[in-house]
T-cell receptor, first 111, second 112 residues
């Protein structure tokens, strides 16, 4: 079974602070993704990457940066956290046009 | 830009009922069509996929795809309380570069 892990699993941050969410996959997948999910709603793509050292903007990239230092690792950075960024964040990995495997999620609360 | 819409937003059905969930998409060049299921507090997980027009059945679940109508659906036969979850449709291919476009989801509740 594919394995995607995320850290931390939950985080409380202050407005204006910096937050880094980390994702690690052991699937040998080229593609990695960061989504946010607001309560009871679908997934919105923030950033994704199909090769190390390169990232692409998704549908809602404003206020977020991404970093892909290796095939296995993909980070999401909130330089100046805001109240509106309170959400659950999911990382996923996949092969090209194949099933996406999701991590367990990180619950972020910005106060 | 791909636009994926799901209906209904929520659905409550009795145990044993046949349930139908719908998904429409806007990019006629789309190639891959997925249903993901997310139980409360858990990560989404792929349920089924279809890549060509027609129907595909796996156990109690059936996907139907009509590319000409820009529509695909998920049908659940003999719905069980354990089927209660958020169902997300997703589409890839066309102008996308390996990414999925997700719908907003249908919240299904199956009453025992």
């Amino acid at each position: 079974e594919a394995a995607v892990t995320q850290s931390p699993r939950s985080k409380v941050a202050v407005t204006g602070g910096k937050v880094t969410l980390s994702c690690h996959q052991t699937n040998n997948h080229d593609y990695m993704y960061w989504y946010r999910q607001d309560t009871g709603h679908g997934l919105r793509l923030i950033h994704y990457s199909y090769v190390a050292d390169s990232t692409e903007k998704g549908d809602i990239p404003d206020g977020y940066k991404a970093s892909r230092p290796s095939q296995e690792n993909f980070s999401l950075i909130l330089e100046l956290a805001s109240l509106s960024q309170t959400a659950v964040y999911f990382c996923a990995s996949s092969d090209y046009y194949a099933e996406q495997f999701f991590g367990p999620g990180t619950r972020l609360t910005v106060l | 830009q791909q636009n994926v819409q799901q209906s209904p937003e929520s659905l409550i059905v009795p145990e044993g009922a046949r349930t139908s969930l719908n998904c429409t998409f806007s990019d006629s060049a789309s190639q891959y069509f997925w249903w993901y299921r997310q139980h409360s507090g858990k990560a989404p997980k792929a349920l089924m996929s279809i890549f060509s027009n027609g129907e595909k059945e796996e156990g109690r679940f059936t996907i139907h795809l009509n590319k000409a109508s820009l529509h695909f659906s998920l049908h659940i036969r003999d719905s069980q309380p354990s089927d209660s979850a958020l169902y997300l449709c997703a589409v890839s291919g066309g102008s996308a570069l390996g990414r999925l476009h997700f719908g907003a989801g249908t919240q299904l509740i199956v009453i025992p």
